[in-house]
């Protein structure tokens, strides 16, 4: 089994085992965006670090590094 993130429609990072997928482990709300973003997507790299891309009403996009542990976006 691994600890697998998901994003979801609110800012939050949703926790879960892979061997029981339908129970939340826990969900915290992802800090550090700034106003008017909202997060769109997440992805590891192959060094393990966490980002998420970040969309404005108008269009523009910004990358985060996002800490796993602590849902804070940077």
Known sequence: PALILALTQDNTLARFDSAAPGT???NTAI???AAGE???GIDFTFAGAL???ARQA???LTVYAIDPGT???S
Do not use: D, E, N, R
């Open 31 to 33: 800090t550090g965006v």
């Open 71 to 73: 849902a804070v976006a």
């Open 51 to 53: 980002f998420g891309l």
């Open 38 to 40: 909202t997060l769109v």
């Open 24 to 26: 939340v482990i826990s």
């Open 58 to 60: 108008s269009g523009v």
